[in-house]
Structure formats: C-alpha cells, structure tokens
C-alpha cells in the first residue's frame, strides 16, 4: 500500500488510516510494527486497535495506520468480530530463514560428520517441536538414527533441548501443555519440573545430551547455533551408540562445541556482510 493511498479505507482491517506519519517518528513507527507483530503473536485474537494503541502509547490513527499496512502485506489479518492474528506471510519469512541457516551453515555440519567420524545434524525449532534441517552421515557410512525431516519429541531429543532451553521457561510450558511428555523411554523426561530443571542445566553448560532418551542405543549431543545478538537460531549435533558414549563422549561433546561455535562465527559473518552490501 502507497502512503499517497493510504486516506482510504483499507480492505485489510476495514478501518480508517492517516494519510502520513511525520519524518521524525519513522524510527518509532518501526519499532511499533515489530510491537504489534509481537502483541498480535501472542495475543491477537483478544486485542482491538485500541488496546494496540494503548500499548504502543500512540494515537488511535497511526496504530490504525501500521495495523492497515501491516495487513496489506499479509503479515497480520483482521479477525471477524474483533481481535486479529498473524497473516500468511509469515511462515514464508520463516521458511526463508530455514533455508538461510541450512545454507549457512551446511559446510560445518558436513565437516562435523567427517571429523567425529558419527552422523551430525542440524535442527531448528517449529512450533514447539525440532525440526531436523540436516542430517549428514560420514562417508560410506548409512545414516542411522532420526533423519532429515523429523519433527517431534523436542524434549527427548539433545538438538530439542538445546532449542527449548534457548527459548525461554514460558515457551517450555506452551510446549509442555500443547505437546506433553511422552514416554518414548524408560529413560525419557516426563516430569515438567525435571525437565525445566535439565533445560536450566543446559543454559549454564552450553550442551545438551540425551541417553537413549528417544530411542534404544542412540545417544546425542548438541550445542546451539546463536545470532549476532545472543539469540538461538538453531542447534547442531551428534550421535553415536551407548557402547562408544564412555570412550568417547569427551571428544564428541567437544567436536559439538566447535561446530556450534564455527556456525555461530559463518552465521554472524554472513549476516554482517548481508548488511553492509545493502
């Protein structure tokens, strides 16, 4: 939508907008946006262009405004009878992020397959569940253990874990309350104050494992894959059998620190020069 077409009424949310916004608030009007999107997110569906602009501290016109445009691009929709919630393009966004990351950081992953000499991975998180992106088997080995495409059992999984940690204790339990605990194992987490406790042993030591805690004889090691700024964009792993865990366990949790942090390195870089060639 223009700002010289911006007087009328929008079809997206069917409410009026202003025909500008000054010069000097452009920065503001920016963070709004990426406030609204994070309100509408969480709770869209009990919120009216009133209470979003009481919440942005902003007049009742330019919350209008952003919410028109915001609409048009498809990133939120008005809901009928009130509320909104977020638009179809946004899980186009995320599908792109997917594909920077896999593309990012998939030397890494295939080296760490190499050099462990055991199946790396690597793993993002989708509504609660870990997604696995990669799934790279040393050379004239078969692949055993989850595969690329897998989705599921987050809290069973080291890659899973390394990612609920990331997100937060208030994601764990949406987690917890859309998905369960399922026993996949006698040795699978299945109390929530067990598991936010393991997750909170996690954030400290930077590594996650799991001891046949999905599956008999598959043991896995993982470590997150970080933005410039300190948020978990995704995880990258290991695994091998129980009889190898005691021999060499050390090595893989070291090899899986290595990779997190080459990735973290290729992923920040690529991010930087993606800004400075704008």
């Known amino acids: 939508m223009s700002i010289m077409g911006a007087n009328h009424r929008d079809e997206g949310t069917g409410d009026p907008a202003v025909s500008e916004v000054p010069v000097a608030s452009k920065f503001k ?5 990426f406030r609204i999107m994070d309100l509408v997110s969480q709770r869209g ?7 979003l602009a009481r919440e942005l501290n902003t007049n009742l016109s330019s919350c209008y405004y952003l919410l028109n445009i915001l609409a048009d691009e498809g990133y939120i929709q008005k809901i009928a009878g009130g509320g909104y919630r977020i638009g179809p393009a946004i899980p186009l966004l995320n599908e792109g992020s997917r594909r920077y990351f896999d593309s990012t950081i998939e030397p890494i992953v295939t080296e760490l397959a190499r050099r462990a000499q055991r199946h790396a ?5 989708s509504d609660g569940e870990v997604v696995i992106t990669q799934a790279k088997a ?13 989705h599921g059992a987050s809290h069973a999984l080291a890659l899973g874990k390394v990612l609920l940690a990331g997100a937060g204790s208030e994601y764990v339990e949406e987690y917890i309350d859309a998905h369960g605990l399922e ?5 699978t987490i299945v109390r929530p104050n067990q598991l936010h406790a393991h997750l909170n042993k996690v954030l400290m030591v930077g590594v996650a494992t799991d001891f046949e805690e999905f599956a008999q004889n598959l043991c896995c090691y993982a470590a997150p894959v970080k933005s410039r700024g300190g948020k978990v964009e995704g995880a990258i792993g290991l695994s091998t059998t129980t009889s190898r865990v005691r021999s060499e366990g050390q090595q893989l949790i070291e090899l899986v620190q290595w990779a997190a942090t080459e990735a973290t390195a290729l992923l920040v870089d690529a991010a930087y020069e993606g800004r400075n060639s704008a």
């Open 45 to 51: 569906e009990n919120l009216t262009a009133k209470e």
């Open 121 to 125: 991975y690597a793993a993002v998180l």
């Open 29 to 33: 009007s920016v963070r709004r946006v």
């Open 138 to 150: 040393p050379e004239k080995r078969p692949l055993v253990g989850v595969v690329e495409g897998f």
């Open 183 to 187: 026993a996949f194992t006698p040795r």
